[in-house]
């Protein structure tokens, strides 16, 4: 009984503001504590971190008025103030962090902001020892690999006149160097580029996205190009439109994106609109909220795929869109060949990307939808049997209630 009461005073005493603000002991206590049920390793504790010392002069490249320094002061006011209490804050800013935290609205939003930023850097922090661990225990292998060969060998035949298989030995190829595999890749997506099916990546929304959709979206593009690359056999020719490098879409696939501004990279990023791309007959929009529906791939179309995540993606932008620039769209008939069970109908770019590829290759629309579509979205036969089994449940309660007040009024 004592250990209990125990437990719940501190407990109690940890959440509290005024505490866990004097009793530093107890405030590394819970940080720890929280550290490890968050999933990071037991021997991080975030709450020794070393903090470092900032004022609006540290950002002066964004002070442009008085407005501004207000701005940034406040931040930095909130900032050690959520330091000193609750310790849910990174250890620095940078100038892209104060940026991102000036375009907040409410001090909510920002404290949201900081414990983002927080989860980035320890999830950096356990990601750079694990690597450092990793480093070590391979290069330990090496070692003891070529302490076993210090004097290697080459030919067909070992010391019994057996034959010998592996590198420099029985073997009808040579070693593949990453860098040949690249090329490989990279001379499929500039073959589709000459003579592969074009499909169109809008990214004109950044007037309804927010900074954090914008990042997803970046994540999502870079999804996309790793699909469309390596696991498609015949890859499309990706556009991006209505790329706008001031703008935090493109901002955010520039410092997101890997190997973004590489010769590997082979895709088209134009500033401009589609319409002064490609010929406008040609472009059909798909869109979740289109009248029309697409029932098979056409080779002579150019497909447009909407670059609309997070809240924007249940709204009507797309078809509007379309229906302003005057030009076809079309939606994909879900509903005809797979049962929903939850979750948005608005699909991510590689799975509309995955879904336009099967159809190109001749695969029928069913056999795509359902392939490609995540099955958590998709009812299985388990959950209709189950729905039908409920629905006759409630059907004999119905009739036995109806019954039971028949006989009452008798």
Not at 211 to 220: G, H, I, N, V, Y
């Amino acid at each position: 009984m004592i250990s209990t009461i125990n437990k719940w005073t501190k407990s109690l005493l940890t959440f509290n503001h005024f505490f866990r603000h004097f009793c530093p002991q107890i405030r590394c206590n819970s940080m720890n504590t929280n550290s490890d049920t968050d999933g990071q390793d037991e021997d991080y504790h975030y709450a020794d971190r070393e903090f470092k010392d900032m004022t609006v002069d540290t950002f002066a490249s964004l002070v442009t008025s008085e407005t501004t320094r207000q701005s940034i002061q406040t931040i930095l006011s909130e900032y050690e103030y959520e330091k000193y209490v609750t310790l849910d804050v990174p250890t620095s800013l940078t100038t892209d962090h104060m940026r991102d935290l000036m375009a907040l609205e409410s001090a909510e939003d920002r404290k949201n902001w900081f414990r983002y930023l927080l989860r980035k850097e320890l999830s950096l922090e356990v990601r750079q020892r694990r690597r450092a661990d990793n480093s070590r225990e391979f290069w330990a292998k090496k070692r003891e690999m070529y302490a076993e060969c210090r004097s290697p060998r080459t030919g067909i035949w070992d010391d019994d006149q057996q034959l010998l298989y592996g590198l420099w030995h029985n073997c009808i190829v040579s070693k593949v160097e990453p860098k040949s595999i690249k090329r490989l890749f990279a001379h499929r997506l500039r073959r589709a580029a000459l003579f592969g099916h074009k499909v169109v990546i809008d990214l004109g929304f950044d007037d309804h996205l927010k900074l954090k959709d914008c990042r997803s979206l970046a994540a999502q593009i870079q999804v996309l190009y790793n699909h469309n690359k390596y696991r498609c056999d015949e890859p499309f020719d990706i556009h991006f439109a209505n790329c706008d490098p001031r703008r935090p879409t493109m901002q955010s696939i520039a410092k997101n994106v890997v190997n973004y501004k590489s010769p590997y990279f082979v895709s088209t990023f134009h500033e401009k609109s589609y319409l002064d791309v490609f010929p406008s007959e040609r472009l059909v929009y798909l869109s979740p909220h289109s009248q029309q529906i697409l029932q098979k791939f056409n080779a002579d179309h150019i497909y447009i795929i909407g670059g609309c995540v997070g809240p924007t993606s249940g709204a009507d932008l797309t078809n509007t869109k379309a229906k302003r620039e005057g030009i076809r769209s079309a939606r994909l008939p879900i509903d005809d060949h797979i049962l929903w069970r939850t979750g948005s109908r608005s699909l991510s770019l590689d799975v509309m990307v995955s879904i336009l590829h099967d159809l190109s290759v001749g695969h029928s629309m069913a056999d795509s939808l359902r392939k490609n579509i995540p099955e958590r979205n998709q009812k299985s036969i388990e959950d209709i049997e189950l729905e039908d089994k409920r629905r006759l449940e409630k059907y004999h309660k119905r009739r036995q209630f109806k019954s039971d007040l028949k006989a009452i009024n008798r």
